[in-house]
């Protein structure tokens, strides 16, 4: 959208069951909050949303851990995580809640105008239900023994021991975890929005209007949705805790939290305008404001397929951008907070910025390498010795160094204050220096714009590394050695003094319009000792080569950034290690689940399997196939039976993949099988094989296959 009257900026809705981790800071925050930042330095009319969601699963399971209450869950972690967000500059216009009346409100009234405008349909299945309790059963209030690896505490949507995405009816020997009993079948009815009757909306927006603005990421993730066919989603659900269904025949039902959550960023808005005394709705209805969602890649679907859906049939505006980053791993493994392998943002803030010698730099210094490092195109990795190299020979050694340097030798050579330019003596040295100016300026906004956020702030130090060499280039403390026969700096000498100096700190007050978005605590830092006042920070600004006046004194030079010490970072490394080891003991010890939420946005991390030998590895007979024929097995919503021409041999396969792939769609298909299995019956049906597949995080299953048509039966090694 070009010039938009108005910006709304949304971050993803943390769950409100847990400390957050930096992966979550670097996935959705900090780069909507770079990007608001940006904007407010432009005099754009911004609101930037978030809040704590509140409702679904994880929050009794988590008041069951912690023996207590649902509400006490969530009044605790929506303290601690607001105020985790402000204690690292995350500058939110509002932080809400969906537990407020206003959101409960809102999100009854956006159910009824779908309901009443038959956007909505009911469905009547057979769910689970506990007589001892007298409840249904949500999929993480069952557990059962795996059918695939059978271990005997394995959940109603997942295993976690194999990895294995299950439904509770695949379960075998269900229970209840709420009474340990075993459950019973009950029909229930419950409300779905049928989002394959807008398949043909979703993938002319999303493929025919954004395939070029979008991250590719986020186009390819929806087209592999759109392309699998899309299915009625439930809205509703049995459960205790959330917004009460509000129709007739809906007792004892909530909304499933995927449908109340996305609008808490509605709600959120209202609260934020009644606060500030304005109207909330341009922010949803005016076509002129641009809507712009920041999430991780967990949250593609719901951000990109089914709120949209949502927001059109309710008549609100659509989403201009969704820019979604991948995940963020730790010392060489995905962050884990069952596995306890993770850097807190409350660890963070006691560790560095609470103490003596931490403060805001230290605020800077993690947002500084959480953006260098921004999982924006693939995923990446947060290490220690990365943080400690970024800010020692980064921050420090070339932009603070650059600042402190031109301060320095402002009040040594000039007495402390801003020296004239001479026009008549300027180098080419000079007009280059100068013209860089407008050319990062230029740069910078750009990549802001496109949501670039990693090479936009490289931009930014570029300037200060230029700045460095053009300082060390110009040499003025060799030049204040030029003097009369009185001792007096000759007139050219001190003229080139002068213009070094004075395009030196013109470049400082660049620099901190220019590092404003990205570390905005460095910026006011610079001000203070520039003696200037906010205004300057407006992107009006920026590229400006007269932003400080000739004659003006200013501040005495503090250090913008202090080294990390090797102590520290090994301290870091060492609590990290002994934090996992003391969870894994503590799950053996009590034979404690671990695993995370249903619905929790974090990535379940599979641990590595016991070492094997290479001839145990060697005993697997791993070869190429193609898939002749494919169909449904019965009363299996699962298996899929499938013919696979082996060059050798054709093969029956049972394999576990209904859910994620058609039987039209995958006939030809190559495909790795493990073809030297022991026989297993499956329904029936004698399965000889395995089909090698991956996982994503959504759970999605993905063909493992090569790269290249290959004959079927070539040997894989």
């Given at each position: 959208m070009q010039n938009p009257k108005r910006y709304l900026v949304t971050a993803a809705l943390p769950y409100a069951n847990g400390l957050k981790h930096i992966g979550h800071l670097a996935g959705a925050y900090l780069p909507a909050d770079i990007y608001v930042r940006f904007l407010r330095a432009k005099q754009k009319d911004v609101v930037f949303v978030c809040g704590s969601d509140e409702h679904g699963t994880a929050i009794p399971i988590q008041a069951m851990k912690e023996n207590t209450t649902p509400q006490a869950i969530i009044d605790k972690y929506h303290g601690i995580i607001r105020q985790n967000f402000a204690d690292l500059s995350i500058s939110f216009d509002i932080y809400h809640r969906t537990s407020s009346p206003l959101h409960h409100e809102t999100s009854r009234e956006f159910f009824t105008r779908l309901n009443d405008a038959g956007e909505l349909e009911t469905r009547e299945t057979e769910q689970y239900f506990d007589e001892k309790a007298n409840t249904f059963l949500a999929d993480r209030y069952i557990k059962g023994t795996c059918p695939n690896c059978g271990n005997p505490n394995a959940y109603g949507d997942q295993c976690e021991k194999c990895g294995t995405s299950l439904s509770p009816d695949e379960l075998i020997n269900p229970v209840s975890t709420l009474s340990g009993e075993a459950p019973v079948k009950r029909k229930t009815k419950h409300w779905y929005l049928p989002l394959n009757r807008h398949e043909d909306f979703l993938r002319n927006w999303i493929v025919g209007e954004h395939n070029d603005d979008w991250r590719a990421n986020v186009v390819g993730q929806c087209k592999s949705w759109l392309d699998g066919g899309l299915q009625?989603?439930?809205?509703?659900?049995?459960?205790?805790?959330?917004?009460?269904?509000?129709?007739?025949?809906?007792?004892?039902?909530?909304?499933?939290?995927?449908?109340?959550?996305?609008?808490?960023?509605?709600?959120?808005?209202?609260?934020?305008?009644?606060?500030?005394?304005?109207?909330?709705?341009?922010?949803?209805?005016?076509?002129?404001?641009?809507?712009?969602?920041?999430?991780?890649?967990?949250?593609?679907?719901?951000?990109?397929?089914?709120?949209?859906?949502?927001?059109?049939?309710?008549?609100?505006?659509?989403?201009?951008?969704?820019?979604?980053?991948?995940?963020?791993?730790?010392?060489?493994?995905?962050?884990?907070?069952?596995r306890n392998w993770k850097l807190d943002m409350q660890d963070y803030i006691d560790d560095f910025v609470n103490q003596p010698n931490g403060g805001p730099a230290l605020v800077d210094a993690l947002r500084y390498y959480l953006t260098q490092i921004a999982p924006e195109t693939k995923d990446s990795e947060f290490t220690w010795k990365g943080f400690q190299d970024a800010v020692n020979s980064e921050l420090t050694d070339i932009f603070g160094n650059f600042v402190n340097r031109a301060m320095v030798l402002m009040h040594k050579l000039t007495s402390g204050k801003v020296p004239p330019l001479h026009t008549e003596a300027l180098t080419e040295a000079d007009r280059n220096m100068l013209a860089q100016f407008d050319n990062s300026r230029e740069k910078i906004e750009k990549l802001l714009v496109?949501?670039?956020?990693?090479?936009?702030?490289?931009?930014?130090?570029?300037?200060?590394?230029?700045?460095?060499?053009?300082?060390?280039?110009?040499?003025?403390?060799?030049?204040?050695?030029?003097?009369?026969?009185?001792?007096?700096?000759?007139?050219?000498?001190?003229?080139?003094?002068?213009?070094?100096?004075?395009?030196?700190?013109?470049?400082?007050?660049?620099?901190?319009?220019?590092?404003?978005?990205?570390?905005?605590?460095?910026?006011?830092?610079?001000?203070?000792?520039?003696?200037?006042?906010?205004?300057?920070?407006?992107?009006?600004?920026?590229?400006?080569?007269?932003?400080?006046?000739?004659?003006?004194?200013?501040?005495?030079?503090?250090?913008?950034?202090?080294?990390?010490?090797?102590?520290?970072?090994?301290?870091?490394?060492?609590?990290?290690?002994?934090?996992?080891?003391?969870?894994?003991?503590?799950?053996?010890?009590?034979?404690?689940?671990?695993?995370?939420?249903?619905?929790?946005?974090?990535?379940?991390?599979?641990?590595?399997?016991?070492?094997?030998?290479?001839?145990?590895?060697?005993?697997?007979?791993?070869?190429?196939?193609?898939?002749?024929?494919?169909?449904?097995?019965?009363?299996?919503?699962?298996?899929?039976?499938?013919?696979?021409?082996?060059?050798?041999?054709?093969?029956?396969?049972?394999?576990?993949?209904?859910?994620?792939?058609?039987?039209?769609?995958?006939?030809?298909?190559?495909?790795?099988?493990?073809?030297?299995?022991?026989?297993?019956?499956?329904?029936?049906?004698?399965?000889?094989?395995?089909?090698?597949?991956?996982?994503?995080?959504?759970?999605?299953?993905?063909?493992?296959?090569?790269?290249?048509?290959?004959?079927?039966?070539?040997?894989?090694?």
């Open positions: 009625p989603r439930a809205v509703t659900r049995d459960l205790d805790w959330g917004i009460r269904v509000p129709v007739e025949g809906a007792e004892g039902k909530v909304l499933y939290v995927w449908f109340d959550a996305p609008i808490g960023y509605i709600s959120a808005t209202k609260q934020w305008a009644i606060d500030n005394h304005r109207d909330w709705e341009p922010y949803w209805n005016d076509k002129d404001t641009q809507l712009v969602h920041f999430i991780g890649k967990d949250n593609i679907v719901f951000h990109c397929i089914i709120f949209p859906v949502m927001l059109k049939l309710y008549g609100h505006i659509l989403p201009d951008n969704v820019p979604s980053n991948e995940f963020l791993n730790l010392e060489g493994d995905k962050m884990s907070t069952s496109g949501y670039k956020f990693r090479e936009a702030q490289y931009e930014v130090i570029d300037l200060a590394r230029i700045g460095n060499r053009y300082l060390q280039g110009k040499e003025p403390w060799k030049q204040v050695k030029n003097v009369d026969a009185t001792g007096k700096v000759l007139p050219e000498a001190q003229q080139s003094i002068d213009n070094c100096l004075h395009i030196c700190l013109q470049t400082c007050a660049n620099l901190a319009i220019f590092i404003n978005p990205f570390l905005p605590n460095t910026a006011r830092k610079m001000l203070h000792m520039l003696k200037v006042v906010d205004k300057m920070l407006e992107w009006e600004n920026a590229g400006k080569t007269k932003l400080l006046s000739v004659g003006y004194s200013l501040r005495a030079p503090e250090l913008l950034f202090r080294k990390i010490e090797d102590t520290e970072i090994q301290a870091q490394v060492e609590k990290l290690k002994s934090n996992s080891i003391a969870a894994a003991g503590e799950t053996v010890a009590t034979g404690s689940d671990t695993a995370p939420p249903a619905n929790s946005t974090e990535p379940v991390s599979d641990p590595v399997k016991e070492i094997i030998q290479f001839e145990d590895f060697a005993k697997i007979d791993l070869r190429t196939g193609r898939i002749l024929e494919a169909e449904k097995v019965e009363k299996a919503d699962k298996l899929l039976k499938l013919t696979i021409d082996l060059g050798f041999e054709t093969r029956t396969i049972v394999s576990g993949i209904a859910k994620d792939f058609q039987p039209q769609d995958i006939i030809g298909k190559q495909v790795v099988v493990v073809v030297n299995l022991a026989p297993r019956k499956m329904r029936g049906i004698e399965s000889n094989g395995m089909i090698l597949m991956a996982q994503d995080e959504q759970g999605k299953l993905h063909f493992v296959q090569p790269e290249n048509t290959i004959n079927a039966g070539a040997g894989v090694s």
